[in-house]
């Protein structure tokens, strides 16, 4: 396994490549959130930023347009592919973050697809079944896989809809924390059920919801839920040997990077 470090995109895009490799990072995922820079010439710019550095792009992280609210109740209504309203628009979006990856040389897309209703004879649910098989079966003509970063569905939800597209290029981007944030799982357990579909993983960590709240808070890695020890056997058991990327959010520049080394520092001592 390798420690990696999620960077954003952006006009600093490589001021920011520089600083993770001052800080000893050699590789990691890329974000983008802005659907007008999936062009030649942002993916050449990436490109040189990235050969200068000796930095490799492991997977490209892809947002999309329009409304987004992590917090309830309208993370029902703003977030990923759910939103009947928004689906052909982001579905376009996220086949267009596809062919930048492709550009890029990236096989692997990540995404949230959004808070997955349970019930899979809804229309809802069957809407999202259909878009996610149109992304897919497009992603796998080109060797490509798209991924879900875990955190808005239940564990049993995302294997379920993954399983009624029928397709093999589908599959888990774990972040433990996500899932512990909004209360969903118990990260090691998740990971357990998850094995068969695991592809990468998001290192954040996280401290559960308070009784009767209904959001959790982010905390520096070590120093909330996720037990990163347990989940690190569990990586080792089943043969995991890929990158473990480190997403630090919502904290100012000195403390990013003060947590993102002592981050590095302890997943590295676990691997």
Same mark, same amino acid.
């Given at each position: 396994? *390798?420690?990696?470090?999620?960077?954003?995109?952006?006009?600093?895009?490589?001021?920011?490549?520089?600083?993770?490799? &001052?800080?000893?990072?050699? &590789? #990691?995922?890329?974000?983008?959130?802005?659907? %007008?820079?999936?062009?030649?010439?942002?993916?050449?710019?990436?490109?040189?930023?990235?050969?200068?550095?000796?930095?490799?792009?492991?997977?490209?992280?892809?947002?999309?347009? #329009?409304?987004? =609210?992590?917090?309830?109740?309208?993370?029902?209504?703003?977030?990923?592919?759910?939103?009947?309203?928004?689906?052909?628009?982001?579905?376009?979006?996220?086949?267009?973050?596809?062919?930048?990856?492709?550009?890029?040389?990236?096989?692997?897309?990540?995404?949230?697809?959004?808070?997955?209703?349970?019930?899979?004879?809804?229309?809802?649910?069957?809407?999202? %079944?259909?878009?996610?098989?149109?992304?897919?079966?497009?992603?796998?003509?080109? #060797?490509? *896989?798209?991924?879900?970063?875990?955190?808005?569905?239940?564990?049993?939800?995302?294997?379920?809809?993954?399983? &009624?597209?029928?397709? =093999?290029?589908?599959?888990?981007?774990?972040?433990?924390?996500?899932?512990?944030? &909004?209360?969903?799982?118990? %990260?090691?357990?998740?990971?357990?059920?998850?094995?068969?579909?695991?592809?990468?993983?998001?290192?954040?960590?996280?401290?559960?919801?308070?009784?009767?709240?209904?959001?959790?808070?982010?905390?520096?890695?070590?120093?909330?839920?996720?037990?990163?020890?347990?989940?690190?056997?569990?990586?080792?058991?089943?043969?995991?040997? #890929?990158?473990?990327?480190?997403?630090?959010?919502?904290?100012?520049?000195?403390?990013?990077?003060?947590?993102?080394?002592?981050?590095?520092?302890?997943?590295?001592?676990?691997?």
């Amino acid at each position: 396994m *390798r420690i990696g470090i999620l960077v954003p995109w952006g006009a600093d895009f490589e001021e920011k490549v520089k600083k993770v490799r &001052s800080l000893g990072f050699v &590789s #990691g995922q890329v974000s983008m959130w802005d659907m %007008a820079a999936y062009n030649e010439a942002n993916a050449a710019k990436m490109k040189a930023v990235c050969e200068a550095n000796n930095f490799e792009i492991t997977s490209l992280w892809c947002g999309w347009s #329009g409304p987004v =609210d992590w917090y309830y109740p309208n993370m029902y209504t703003t977030l990923g592919l759910v939103p009947a309203w928004l689906r052909n628009q982001r579905m376009r979006e996220l086949m267009d973050g596809a062919a930048f990856g492709r550009l890029l040389g990236v096989k692997d897309i990540v995404t949230h697809i959004g808070y997955i209703p349970d019930n899979p004879f809804t229309e809802d649910y069957q809407g999202i %079944a259909n878009a996610l098989k149109t992304i897919g079966t497009e992603l796998k003509k080109h #060797g490509q *896989r798209l991924l879900f970063e875990t955190g808005e569905e239940l564990p049993v939800t995302l294997v379920q809809m993954m399983k &009624s597209t029928g397709l =093999d290029n589908l599959g888990v981007n774990l972040d433990p924390a996500n899932l512990i944030l &909004s209360g969903r799982a118990n %990260a090691v357990e998740a990971l357990t059920y998850f094995a068969p579909y695991f592809m990468s993983m998001h290192a954040k960590d996280a401290l559960r919801p308070e009784p009767g709240k209904l959001h959790g808070e982010e905390v520096p890695i070590g120093q909330g839920h996720a037990n990163f020890p347990a989940l690190f056997d569990i990586l080792k058991t089943i043969g995991y040997d #890929g990158e473990i990327t480190i997403e630090r959010e919502g904290v100012g520049d000195d403390v990013w990077e003060k947590d993102i080394a002592a981050a590095k520092a302890y997943l590295e001592a676990l691997i």
